[in-house]
Every structure is written in structure tokens, then in C-alpha cells.
């Protein structure tokens, strides 16, 4: 089958670079869609993945829209770009190849509800992928010793033939998966981390992130509660990372952060927090639980957007006054 993955950022980058790196072992075609000056750079100088270990450029094919690339039944699309984007790419891609499977690689768990409108065959990808994409063909994979772990399985449960190969394909590429029939359980245990996003790219005294986290957490847990979501817990995913992947520095690189404060360095006019903090809050109008926290982050993300503030200009004092 052709994987192509649709939004080659930081996550998308490293997932289709080390795919195509790797395409012997699994026997598959492997194709980017990257937009603008990253397109560029791969196209005309290859994409360069930093981890750990070393560096390596890989001559990827990569087109810069999805009408491009020749899909058919069979083929596999992986949406890797932020939600808020998702939405005008399952539009494309439906007007081009309505026949594919559609593997959602995105934080929160809204992309897979959008693209089950529009596709029949939907699968969910919890990432677990700490990357970086700061500038044009270039991505950072900090993840150590697997860059990542990809789990995957039918959305919304199951798993059938092409969740299993998917797997295979990122098992053979080096990307730590396996086969997952109640993939949105850990999904949801990600949403959980992610809550702390927005923390991470605003918040400039460190000990305050831990706090606000917490609580934010907890809104959440009432909310699942009252919902009667399945969600991972804490102990299943630390077990799963257990020795498959932490973070580590890469020599020559620095890191600044998560793929909010990524957002924010870059001075992107929009953001993700929509669909992880404002899930909580959306949960929480649905079942009757406040949710303050949640509420006054979603906010904040909109704001701080518009008005372009620079990573980690916030202390938790201020945040504090606006809960």
C-alpha cells in the first residue's frame, strides 16, 4: 500500500521520514505533503531528522498538496497536522480519494469523529512523539532510545488488517507499535497530558505548570467520570513507556519546547488548545461540571494568540488571576 502522510511537521516528519527511511523492511511506498518554504526544502534538499543517535537526510518524495499524489483504495492517508487544520484537509482529501483509510496521528480526540463523517475506514494513532519543527526540512526527534511509540487501532474499537500493517510498518521503521482494539482508552489518557500544553508554552516559572496541571486534570476526571468515558490510566501508561522512550538532548540542537510552545516561537495566529482544553470544557457544558480551569486556558489561548505573546512570557500568579 502508499502511506502518505499529510502534514509533515514535527510528528509528520519523523513519522514519514523514518517510514521511508526504513521502506525495504516493510515493503511500502511512502509520500509527504508539506506546505510552503518546508516543502521546499525537502523537495530541493531532502529532509534532515536529528535524534540522539546522529542525523540523517532523507530524499523523500513530498508534494505540497494532496491532489498531487496518486491514492487509490488500499493506501493509507496519516493526518498529521494540528486539528484546527484538519477540517479543510479531509475536505481536499475527500474530493480527491474518498476510497482511503484515514489514520489520525493528532493530539485530542475530535480528528477521528471528523474524518468519520467523510471516510468509512478511520484509525487512531495515540503519538507519543517528542519532536521539533522550527525551521524548513528540518526536523528533531528527542525520543530515546525509540523516537516514538505509534500505537493504533480502528476507530472508535478493533483491529483488522490495516491497523495491524500500520503497525508493522512502523515496527519495522523503528517506531515502537502494536495493535490496540480500545485505542481511544489511551487517546483519552493522552488528552490528559496534554492539558499542560498551553502551560508549557506560556508559563515561565516551571513549578507553577505541576499545579495548574493537576487541576486541570481533575476537571477532566470528573468529566470523563460523568460521561462514562474510558480512559488509560496512569499506571497503563507509564507501563507502556516503561523503558521505550524518554527524552533526550540531541548534541548541537536545543529544545525549547512542546508542539504549543512551537506554535507560539513560530508566532502562529491559531493553535490546538480549541481541542484539548476546550474538549474538557466542551464535556463539561454537556454533562454539568465546571471546569474553570479548562475554561480560562482555552481563553487564554486565544488571546495570547491574537496578540502574538512570546513563549513563557506568563507567571502562574497571573494565570492564577484569571481562573
Not at 70 to 90: R, Y
Not at 196 to 209: K, P
Request: proline letters at 5%; hydrophobic letters at 45%; a negative charge.
Amino acid at each position: 500500500m502508499r502511506i502518505v502522510v499529510f502534514g509533515a511537521g514535527a510528528v509528520g516528519g519523523v513519522i514519514g521520514g523514518r517510514l521511508f527511511q526504513h521502506a525495504d523492511r516493510h515493503g511500502h511506498d511512502v509520500v509527504l505533503v508539506a506546505r510552503g518554504a518546508h516543502h521546499d526544502a525537502i523537495r530541493d534538499q531532502g529532509l534532515t531528522v536529528h535524534d540522539p543517535d546522529g542525523s540523517v537526510v532523507l530524499p523523500v518524495p513530498v508534494a505540497d498538496r494532496i491532489d498531487a499524489v496518486d491514492l487509490g483504495a488500499g493506501d493509507v492517508v496519516i493526518l498529521a497536522m494540528k486539528t484546527q487544520d484538519t477540517p479543510g484537509a479531509l475536505a481536499a482529501l475527500a474530493d480527491h480519494a474518498p476510497d482511503v483509510a484515514v489514520a489520525c496521528a493528532q493530539n485530542g480526540v475530535e480528528n477521528e469523529r471528523l474524518a468519520l463523517r467523510q471516510f468509512a475506514a478511520i484509525y487512531g494513532i495515540c503519538v507519543m512523539l517528542p519532536a521539533t519543527f522550527m525551521e524548513p526540512g528540518v526536523v528533531d526527534a528527542n525520543g530515546s532510545p525509540n523516537n516514538a511509540i505509534l500505537d493504533v487501532g480502528r476507530y472508535p474499537l478493533g483491529v483488522d488488517p490495516t491497523a495491524a500493517a500500520l503497525a508493522s510498518a512502523f515496527e519495522a521503521s523503528g517506531l515502537v507499535s502494536t495493535p490496540q482494539p480500545a485505542i481511544m482508552r489511551f487517546k483519552h489518557r493522552k488528552l490528559i497530558m496534554n492539558l499542560a500544553n498551553l502551560l508549557d508554552a506560556l508559563v515561565s516559572d516551571r513549578d507553577g505548570i505541576a499545579t495548574f496541571h493537576q487541576r486541570a486534570t481533575a476537571e477532566a476526571d470528573a468529566c470523563f467520570a460523568a460521561a462514562g468515558i474510558d480512559c488509560a490510566s496512569v499506571e497503563e501508561d507509564r507501563e507502556r513507556r516503561h523503558g521505550l522512550l524518554s527524552i533526550k538532548p540531541i548534541d548541537g540542537r536545543q529544545r525549547g519546547g512542546g508542539s504549543t510552545w512551537q506554535s507560539f516561537a513560530r508566532g502562529a495566529a491559531s493553535n490546538e488548545i480549541d481541542w484539548l482544553n476546550g474538549e474538557i470544557v466542551l464535556l463539561g457544558r454537556l454533562h454539568g461540571v465546571p471546569t474553570p480551569v479548562n475554561a480560562m486556558l482555552q481563553q487564554l489561548a486565544r488571546t495570547a494568540a491574537a496578540e502574538q505573546r512570546p513563549p513563557r512570557s506568563m507567571t502562574s500568579e497571573e494565570l492564577e488571576a484569571l481562573v
